[in-house]
């Protein structure tokens, strides 16, 4: 098969390419050039912009393209509208951030997405939107599917993903805990203990992905794990497992965390306060992905792994997690005020 990835050297993108390499298929990147550029050298790269500069894809033909990076819907109709002809199969990595009304678990595909009319979101970039960007991400994505889906119709794949975790990853969100709890000591840790958590390695997501196109499935399908509901709890008692060292876990309340100021997701990742009523951010339905072959590996693998990679990293710049002082200073005084 001869696979087309937009993006493919950066996380997910990267895994991909390895999983169709190693699945025997021709690939074909097109990016920028810019990340990782040395990274395949053995598979054809093309180099151009998808903001304006479409030139290299154009007289070519591929058996499918697999859009990494999308996010814009101008941008993707320009790409999807290109290649149209150029390709029997679109697949979109979209995201579960595209549905609303969060207050419920167990959402499905047919849950209802965000909305933002066209016109707002014709001339918004990442760069040019800031924080609006950010808080339009999943009205954007669902906007881009729609694109998809116009010059795709019946053969396009949208994979709405979740949390996408592992090797490589620079959100910094399940890396924060894997790293913390390898360092040991007394650990902050946020609200219930039962509260659910998900999130997908990123090599499971990627072979999946790649079997779905082989296998020319189309439709729209939720993409996260594990099979079976895993709290917050029994995440970080993985982690304590994998780093077996003198760490300690101190679960602090709710209120005294918002209290002190501990910010929720971007300091204290996975965790979304109760009073967000926002319990099916982190509980999605996933039977539907399940049904077609979608697989995990132990999370004791996706740890281990995510902590070896995280022990070469010298950026000392991080996206996410608690500033170790101010960890300090929340658990003296949570102690301060149970003892």
């Excluded at 093309?46 to 990494?68: H, M, S």
């Amino acid at each position: 098969m001869k696979v087309l990835i937009l993006g493919g050297t950066r996380f997910l993108g990267r895994f991909l390419t390895e999983a169709a390499l190693q699945k025997g298929h021709e690939v074909t990147l097109f990016n920028r050039g810019k990340e990782n550029p040395g990274l395949f050298p053995e598979v054809e790269n093309l180099i151009g912009d998808r903001d304006g500069n479409l030139a290299a894809l154009e007289g070519r033909k591929w058996d499918a393209v697999i859009d990494t990076c999308g996010f814009v819907p101008r941008v993707v109709r320009e790409s999807a509208g290109l290649l149209a002809d150029a390709a029997g199969h679109y697949t979109f990595i979209s995201s579960a951030s595209v549905y609303g009304e969060l207050e419920n678990p167990g959402i499905d595909e047919n849950h209802a997405i965000k909305q933002l009319p066209l016109d707002v979101a014709e001339e918004m970039t990442k760069e040019t939107a800031g924080p609006i960007y950010n808080e339009y991400y999943g009205e954007l994505k669902a906007l881009c599917e729609q694109e998809v889906e116009k010059a795709f119709p019946s053969r396009c794949l949208n994979v709405r993903a979740g949390l996408i975790v592992g090797p490589y990853d620079y959100s910094d969100r399940f890396n924060y805990w894997v790293s913390r709890i390898a360092k040991g000591g007394e650990v902050l840790a946020p609200g219930r203990k039962d509260k659910e958590v998900q999130f997908i390695d990123v090599r499971d997501l990627a072979e999946w992905i790649l079997n779905m196109v082989a296998e020319n499935v189309t439709g729209t399908f939720n993409a996260t794990g594990l099979e079976s509901g895993l709290t917050m709890e029994q995440f970080l008692q993985k982690c304590q497992t994998v780093a077996s060292n003198d760490s300690e876990l101190i679960w602090a309340d709710e209120e005294f965390l918002m209290a002190n100021d501990v910010q929720y997701w971007s300091e204290m990742p996975l965790w979304i306060p109760d009073q967000e009523n926002m319990s099916g951010f982190l509980t999605i339905d996933i039977q539907k992905a399940l049904r077609t072959g979608l697989a995990f590996r132990p999370l004791n693998e996706t740890i281990r792994d995510t902590l070896d990679w995280e022990k070469g990293r010298t950026d000392p710049e991080r996206k996410a997690g608690l500033d170790a002082e101010k960890e300090k200073a929340v658990l003296d005084k949570w102690k301060q005020q149970t003892t």
